[in-house]
């Protein structure tokens, strides 16, 4: 699924990691920011659970859990409808259009029209998510701050955050509570592995997989930066 932010194009080299960590007495595997799923579809745990704030994508995720199937077809007009009418459809109609066919899969980022006669761009969101539909299966999606996760249920898992970059995307509610977040993966390391995708993080984590990249989104570059090149990091604590 198109999101903002994915791993789908590192998941190669991600997943491996991630899945290192995870044996027989793991009893869990969490993302707070599961985002589009691109990277808890592909990982192996007998129990995983994929949280996320923002309502419209849980319920888009559940939906087609259930056997919601998105149509392949979404004019302009109704795009816009939905955009300045979201009350008056599904919320997971309103995630699909709203990410997966939006510029940037960024949230009513304005409609992607056609190439014309090169791509069809509604073909390709409707494809890739049908795609997926059997991956998403077992997994528990709920619509929940990672804040208000209840830390003394949360014991012997592997946790994966991908939170919104420092200095570069938007946090659905405002800004993005870094430092609560730093102590949050500090307090949850102590009865978890918490691993984190990051271009930084401070001093007392540790590095264990770094590599070079191009962005092509705008929500993740940076004042002064031309090239779009990054350092794809992961940390532990």
């Not at 998510?129 to 949360?154: A, E, H, R, W, Y």
């Not at 949050?184 to 997989?209: A, G, H």
């Amino acid at each position: 699924m198109k999101y903002v932010g994915s791993k789908n194009r590192l998941s190669k080299e991600l997943c491996p990691i991630i899945q290192s960590y995870i044996n027989e007495n793991t009893r869990g595997y969490l993302e707070p920011f599961v985002g589009g799923a691109n990277m808890i579809d592909k990982i192996d745990c007998k129990k995983k659970i994929g949280l996320d704030i923002h309502e419209e994508l849980i319920e888009l995720l559940n939906a087609l859990q259930n056997g919601w199937i998105p149509p392949k077809e979404v004019s302009e007009q109704e795009y816009r409808d939905i955009m300045k009418n979201k009350n008056d459809y599904p919320k997971y109609l309103v995630g699909y259009v709203g990410f997966q066919l939006s510029y940037g899969a960024k949230w009513f980022g304005g409609y992607r029209r056609d190439s014309i006669g090169k791509r069809n761009y509604a073909i390709e969101a409707y494809n890739n998510v049908v795609k997926q539909i059997d991956k998403l299966s077992g997994i528990t999606f709920k619509c929940m701050n990672f804040l208000d996760i209840p830390k003394d249920k949360i014991n012997g898992y592997v946790i994966y955050c991908d939170p919104p970059y420092r200095d570069t995307t938007k946090y659905k509610t405002g800004k993005f509570p870094y430092d609560e977040f730093y102590q949050w993966c500090r307090d949850m390391s102590k009865n978890n592995v918490v691993l984190i995708s990051e271009y930084w993080m401070p001093d007392d984590f540790t590095c264990i997989w770094s590599k070079e990249h191009k962005t092509m989104l705008d929500s993740n570059k940076q004042s002064g930066d031309s090239g779009n090149i990054r350092i794809e990091k992961l940390f532990t604590y």
